[in-house]
């Protein structure tokens, strides 16, 4: 027995479903991160500047609190572990898992920008730079706003693709 989404027409085991499901659930982990970022940039005394400091003294400033940057690279890590097991659950098949997972890769990181500008209006600007992330800390990870959102609008793209090919075949 399937029971139809009210008002879409899809039951939830169909793709565009689950696919809204993800994004769903990728927009409301984006704001989550926005949300724990907001306090990060609290702790370093950066929560309301227009400019991120560079890499350099990013690490500087992260290494004063000597717990941050290991507590930080595992909370990458998980986030990036909890959108591989949502990506799992949405798909049976590993190329539409991959496009699960790219889906809700750039919806997170959209969405964690959108929060970052709607909590503390930053970043001012998509050239703003930003330090993307700690895994591995790198100065390679200093890069511009845009970079960042361009890369995952991509992957939104390619991901909807992946997804959709891989329901189709069946």
């Given at each position: ?6 008002g879409?027409?899809?039951s ?14 990728a927009?409301?982990?984006g704001w ?14 950066i ?26 690279q ?30 809700a ?13 709607a909590?503390?209006?930053?970043p ?18 200093y ?28």
């Amino acid at each position: 027995m399937t029971v139809a989404l009210r008002g879409t027409g899809a039951s939830p085991t169909s793709a565009g479903a689950r696919l809204l499901f993800v994004t769903v659930f990728a927009a409301a982990m984006g704001w989550l991160e926005g949300v724990v970022v907001v306090y990060i940039r609290g702790l370093l005394g950066i929560a309301h500047t227009d400019v991120m400091p560079d890499s350099a003294e990013m690490m500087r400033r992260m290494s004063a609190l000597a717990w941050l940057l290991p507590t930080e690279q595992t909370r990458e890590a998980a986030t990036l572990i909890i959108l591989a097991a949502v990506a799992a659950l949405a798909a049976p098949r590993l190329r539409a898992r991959f496009g699960a997972f790219l889906v809700a890769f750039g919806i997170w990181d959209i969405t964690y920008y959108v929060a970052l500008y709607a909590l503390l209006r930053w970043p001012p600007g998509l050239t703003t730079m930003d330090l993307l992330f700690l895994l591995p800390p790198h100065p390679w990870w200093y890069q511009p706003v845009w970079v960042p959102i361009a890369i995952s609008c991509g992957m939104i793209g390619v991901g909807v693709r992946l997804f959709t090919a891989t329901a189709r075949e069946r």
